[in-house]
């Protein structure tokens, strides 16, 4: 019963609410030539991902698409069952309309459980937001809990060339000993080279995703809160991959790659999809924020 009325109501709402603007430029982005995510199979759910909290906030249906809620009385979250030192991780998601203010829907790696305080951790999230505006995709990368003395992390922040509340968009990263690149519909819009050991997580991750509530920052630097009044806020997650090199793989597992380089990097098709989406789409850059003490960060050098 609780599992219809979730899916009815997260059908309907999308009808209530001023739809938000979403392409500045009015296009979509170029091709980018090559499709990691066909490279790789999707998984069950439970076969490579298990429930961590929250478990009366989480249904999965036949068709192998995960429900997870957050209402006043808790979110919920879910982990890989193994650990990786590299690879593709990507999940097909929906995300709530109208209100969300807040919330945050999440898809990322982590070593936190294994190095509380002094973590790693690369980060896709879904920022909260009020009526009539449009989500925001941050993404960031933290090394050892920040404490490289970077604070915050590597934050960059886009709006979307769609709707993320219309249909299922396909979200992923790619993590490789020399680079993290992130893919919305295998569209590149950020990739964070290795400049050194100091500025790139190399120490085994799991892979997560949550729904919870961070209204102290999530909207508009906590302006805006969580209203329980819109509850349950609910996402969609389906078409799951997770592939490449286990923390328990031989030392001689090879790193999957987002071009048909086997060596890694991207095609001069990807670096223009990803320049257009950075150009017409981003709208922060913490490499072009004057307040950062850029010394700590020499990805951002060139």
Not at 19 to 24: A, D, G, K, Q, V
Not at 67 to 94: C, E, H, M, N, Q
Request: aromatic residues 18%; charged residues 20%; positive net charge.
């Amino acid at each position: 019963m609780m599992k219809a009325l979730l899916l009815f109501l997260f059908a309907i709402s999308s009808s209530l609410f001023m739809e938000p603007c979403y392409s500045s430029s009015g296009y979509w982005p170029p091709s980018p030539g090559y499709w990691p995510s066909h490279k790789f199979r999707s998984m069950n759910f439970y076969k490579g991902f298990r429930n961590l909290w929250g478990p009366q906030h989480q249904v999965l249906d036949n068709n192998n698409a995960l429900t997870i809620w957050l209402d006043r009385t808790s979110g919920s979250g879910f982990k890989s069952v193994r650990p990786f030192r590299s690879g593709y991780f990507g999940a097909s998601i929906k995300l709530h309309p109208g209100y969300t203010a807040g919330v945050i829907t999440a898809f990322y790696l982590s070593n936190n459980e294994a190095h509380p305080g002094f973590h790693d951790e690369v980060d896709i999230e879904f920022l909260g937001t009020t009526f009539g505006k449009p989500y925001t995709l941050q993404t960031n990368v933290y090394i050892r809990g920040s404490g490289d003395g970077t604070i915050i992390g590597r934050e960059m922040k886009f709006h979307l060339w769609f709707d993320p509340t219309k249909d299922f968009h396909h979200y992923a990263i790619l993590w490789s000993p020399k680079e993290i690149i992130f893919l919305v519909d295998d569209v590149p819009i950020r990739r964070y080279p290795r400049k050194s050991a100091y500025t790139f997580p190399l120490r085994p991750m799991w892979v997560y995703g949550s729904i919870w509530d961070a209204s102290s920052w999530a909207t508009e630097d906590g302006k805006y809160k969580a209203d329980y009044r819109y509850q349950p806020f609910v996402a969609r997650y389906t078409n799951f991959k997770a592939s490449g090199c286990s923390a328990y793989a031989s030392r001689w597992c090879h790193p999957v790659s987002a071009s048909p380089y086997r060596s890694g990097g991207l095609t001069r098709q990807q670096y223009w999809a990803m320049r257009w989406v950075q150009r017409h789409h981003m709208v922060y850059n913490y490499c072009q924020d004057p307040k950062r003490d850029h010394r700590l960060t020499p990805e951002c050098w060139g």
